[in-house]
Every structure is written in C-alpha cells, then in structure tokens.
C-alpha cells in the first residue's frame, strides 16, 4: 500500500500549532515513516495539489482564504482542523464581537490598517466554509492528542475525543477546585482532552479548547448566582476562546 | 495479631526506617489540602488530616494505565505492576472502600491488574484524628475499620496504638524500635477513640439505618429529585473521578508509529459523563443527564450492593459534596429527601 500523503496548510493564526508539530522532533521521523508529508510551509519548500489528509491552522477571515480552503477540501479525502483557531475560530473570532471592523484595523494596526494584505472580513472556523472530518482542538495544540488522531486514521480508526470537560481530567490529577480558590474557571464547560493542565499549574482553564457537546447553561447561571458573580463577570472569561461559538452570519 | 504502643517520636524513627528501604507513599499537605504521594521525610507525614483530595484507590486502579502491550495479528503481553508499596494514613472510611474494590475485581474475571498492585501493597490504615467539614461515615457505619488494613494505627494522645494485623504487617512493625505491648489503659482510650468517631464524623446525618437505602431507592425510581437536582448538573464527573469506591473504566487500543504494535489503556471514566453509555454504533442508552445523575446513588445503594452481600458502596468521606461545583452530589440529602417524601425514617 503506497504511503497516504499529507499536506499541512496555515490561514490566519500564529502559526503555534505547527510549531507543536515541529517540536515532535524524533516522533517527526517516524511519521515520515508511515506518510509522505507534500506540503508544509513551516517546515519545507516543497509544494502539491495531491493529498490524502489536508491538516489546515488557522481561521478564515478574507474571501481569496474562502476559495483557498474549498480548493483544498476539492484535493483532500480527509481534512483536520488544527488547533482553536481552524476549530472553533478561537482568538481570532474576538474581532467578530465589533461591529466597526475599521474601528478595530486601526486599533490593533495603526497607521498600517489601510494595507491592502489587511483586508479582513468576519473571522470563520475552517467548519463554517468547508466540511470538517476531525478536529484538534487547543492553543495550542496538544501535540500528544495530534500524533494519537493521525496514527488513528492511517489505520482507518475514528479517534476518540473527550466530549466530557476539563474537570475529569483536573479531578484525576488530584488538584482541588480554583473556584473555591476565587478563580472563575472555565474547566466545567470546556472539552477536556489537554490533560488539565492549566488547572494544573494553578491557573482557571481559559476555555481554549471549545465547549463540550452539551455545555449546561444552567448549571453555570446557578454557580455564578452561588459565588455571587453576574453573566458578565463569567462572560469576560468566555470571550477570549468562546466568542462568538454560534455559526457565523456571512454577510 | 499483636497490639503494640509506640511514642510518636518512635512511630517517626519508624517511618524514616521504611523510607530508607521501602517505596512509601503517605498523606501530606497539599497546598491547605491533603493528598497521598510519595513521602520523602517522616517530618511531611500528616496523619492529623481530615481527608485527602484523592482517595487512595488511584493506587490500584490509576486514572490510566497499560493493561498489555500487542502486535497485530500476532501475541500480546499483560503488563502487570509489582512494586511493593507501603500506603501510610489510609482513614477507616477509605479502607472499607478498598475493601469493597478487593472483592468487587475478585468477582467473575478477576482483575488481575488491581489484584497484583492491591497484593504487593502494604496498608497501614489510621483512625481519624481530625473529621473533614463533608464527612457522614458515622452514619453509613465506616467511621471505624475491623479489617482490610496490614496495621492500624490509632493516635491516642501521646502515642499511637498499633495493631498487626497480617503476616506483613507484624513485619512492618517488627522494626519498631522501643515498641511496647499496649497497656489495658492505652487499649481503652483506643476503644474511646473509636466510640467518639462512630458518632463525631457526621457533619450531615443519614435519617436511616444505611441497610434500610435498597428499600428507599426501590421506590423512589420517579422521584422528581432527579430531574431537579441535574438541572444543574454540568456532568463533569467530579463526583466520580473524587469516589473511593467508584471504578468504571474505559479500555481504548493505542498503536505506535509502525501501526503494527500498540497498547491497550484502561482510564477511569465516570457515569455522569456525556458519552459514558455510548455503545456501538454511536448508540446511547443513558443519554440524559438525570438519568445520569439517578444512576450513581443507585449504583452506590443497590446495584454495587448487591454484588457485595448488601454492602452499601458509598462511605461517607464526602468527597463528591466537596468536589461538585453546583453543590447537588450529597448523597445524604438526596437520600433524606427520599427518606422523608416516603414518610419512613
């Protein structure tokens, strides 16, 4: 059986999730092994329109990055959203809470928002243009969780990811819950998967790897009223990964 | 079976003694919490804690493990821990719990996994000098413990009582240096330690003999306490994953790079998570979260029960009501609403 080929593709993002790729190192090579890598700006010249598994960083945010994406999943049988940019629209989608995008250029760009390369539309997760297959949530990734969903579908397996939240994973770990420690933690609504480990540094989950299936609204409206917050002061902490988590309205 | 007295001073000549030759895992502070792990010095031993953030099962049953090692289409190896342990400071409510484990992963196909971590341990259970702010043992008869343990020790002022209970355990306490037999005094103040606690670790009181629960649950089916109680249930499984006697796993295959060889992984999972009852082909039997929520305190008052003679499998250490952000999983007010809307008691 020839080896499946593998092209890595990267839209608006900061490109740290390939780095997470790259930090592999030795593993690298043992992928390398089992797939032929055609493309991947990051880590090599090389170019091609033939692809098994198209894996795309990054969210969607100008119309020529639209006719990209869909040129892509034309080429690939299996496409992966990398990381909580290309899954859920992550950071990126703070943009999509303004309605003056003009406003925004000239506060995040300054005397450079006129540039033409900075022609920005509303911020899209690559699911919202395109059909996904899998995601990898995370910001960034977690490069275990990666390499666990490749060598699953290389052998044609359905990776199992977590649809319970962060708290499994922090109680496992045995750390006592930050909100009895005044830190309004988002692990209770956020998919786990990341081995908790901001939770487990002492610090709230900020919520980077999207909610879970089924987040319980009231449950977090009754915990807010128990600790004497407002939907506000829970919304603060929600905007950074969880903006705008609705589909986006295309204009 | 010998029972012994040791100053504390001794007990800690001891402790220094085991760790220089022995693995020894013991409770220690953790931040202003407390948790077993791997003690270093007799100085971090905190036998006055009033309850751990884990309970000690991780110690047989680890959130994940490697149950064997395989090759496609070709033999497997089951990949078994052996490394003796000594678990210092285990609370009588906790070693009942074990207790209920050994039997439950001896029944049908015996666990051979937690069988052989539970065999090279060493337990040296301890009575409770400090009751936590959740605990209800007295009430579900575990504040004290008759078996199960290697050693007990109880703190009695200025020393600890000690009692061998097992072959290993009259080995362990064979190093004691300066050990004396427990004097009739010392014996009584052990038995007053065990009737303050029978009655002191109930900061919430079960309205009814614990024996009586089957019956309570056996009517209570349609209560609308379930329904109400996980309205605000995020099914964050912190009530599960914090239990000393819950033990669902999940089993999921791993392959290595070549695709050919893998492991197989047991993790804890929890029944009160989205997905727990997912079977082939993506079919969910227990898709709502009341039906969830229902299931645990009848999983812990009659259905774990009647696979261990009647036993009920939750023992009071509170964890779950620590652990549960909206503040829904106590087992003692669900039951005592129960208790109460049936007019028993």
């Not at chain 2, 953790?30 to 006055?48: E, I, T, V, Y």
């Not at chain 2, 484990?101 to 029944?107: G, K, N, P, W, Y």
């Amino acid at each position: 059986m020839a080896k499946p080929k593998i092209a890595i593709f990267d839209f608006a993002c900061c490109e740290g999730c390939q780095l997470q790729i790259v930090n592999l190192e030795e593993e690298i090579l043992s992928l390398l092994g089992v797939a032929d890598v055609v493309e991947w700006r990051e880590a090599m010249s090389e170019k091609s329109d033939e692809y098994d598994i198209a894996i795309i960083e990054g969210s969607i945010t100008r119309m020529e990055d639209e006719e990209r994406i869909k040129r892509i999943r034309g080429c690939a049988k299996v496409l992966i959203a990398l990381g909580a940019c290309a899954a859920t629209g992550g950071v990126n989608k703070l943009k999509n809470n303004f309605e003056d995008f003009e406003e925004v250029k000239k506060c995040v760009y300054g005397k450079a928002a006129g540039k033409p390369h900075l022609r920005t539309g509303v911020t899209k997760a690559v699911g919202e243009v395109v059909q996904v297959d899998y995601c990898v949530p995370g910001c960034p990734i977690d490069a275990k969780e990666f390499t666990y969903i490749v060598r699953s579908l290389l052998l044609g397996k359905t990776p199992e990811i977590p649809e319970y939240p962060v708290c499994v994973e922090c109680k496992a770990n045995g750390n006592p819950c930050l909100w009895q420690y005044d830190q309004v933690c988002l692990g209770p609504i956020i998919r786990a998967g990341c081995g908790a480990r901001c939770p487990s540094s002492g610090f709230r989950c900020f919520g980077c790897r999207g909610y879970v299936d089924k987040p319980n609204v009231e449950a977090a409206r009754d915990v807010i009223n128990r600790y004497g917050l407002s939907v506000d002061d829970l919304k603060t902490k929600m905007v950074l990964f969880g903006s705008r988590q609705e589909p986006t309205i295309y204009e | 079976m010998t029972v012994k007295k040791l100053t504390k001073s001794d007990f800690a000549s001891l402790v220094e003694d085991l760790i220089r030759t022995e693995n020894v895992i013991g409770v220690q502070a953790k931040g202003d919490r407390f948790d077993f792990a791997p003690l270093a010095s007799a100085a971090d031993l905190r036998l006055d804690y009033d309850v751990t953030l884990q309970p000690p099962k991780k110690y047989f049953l680890p959130p994940a493990e490697v149950l064997l090692t395989f090759e496609v289409g070709g033999p497997y190896q089951s990949q078994l821990d052996g490394q003796k342990f000594i678990l210092l400071g285990v609370h009588p409510y906790d070693m009942i719990a074990i207790n209920q484990m050994d039997e439950l992963f001896r029944q049908d196909n015996c666990d051979t996994h937690y069988l052989t971590r539970r065999n090279h341990a060493t337990i040296v259970a301890c009575d409770v000098v400090r009751p936590s702010g959740h605990v209800f043992a007295s009430s579900m008869g575990t504040a004290v413990v008759k078996q199960g343990y290697d050693v007990l020790l109880t703190d009695v002022g200025d020393s600890y009582v000690v009692e061998a209970a097992t072959p290993k355990g009259e080995q362990l306490l064979a190093r004691a240096q300066n050990a004396v037999p427990a004097e009739p005094q010392a014996l009584k103040r052990r038995e007053d330690v065990w009737a303050r606690n029978k009655k002191a670790l109930n900061h919430y009181e079960l309205k009814c003999d614990p024996a009586y629960l089957p019956k309570v649950l056996a009517k209570s089916y349609k209560h609308p306490v379930w329904e109400e109680k996980a309205k605000t249930c995020f099914s964050c499984g912190s009530c599960n994953q914090v239990c000393p006697t819950c033990y669902c796993f999940n089993v999921q295959d791993d392959v290595n790079w070549d695709l050919t060889t893998g492991q197989r992984i047991r993790e804890w999972d929890g029944c009160l998570l989205d997905g727990f009852t997912k079977v082939a082909p993506a079919h969910e039997f227990r898709k709502a979260r009341a039906d969830r929520f229902r299931h645990r305190l009848y999983r812990k008052a009659t259905y774990v029960p009647q696979k261990i003679g009647g036993q009920i499998a939750c023992v009071g250490c509170g964890r779950c009501v620590g652990a549960c952000l909206p503040d829904i999983a106590n087992p003692v007010s669900i039951y005592n609403r129960l208790i109460d809307d049936l007019g028993i008691g």
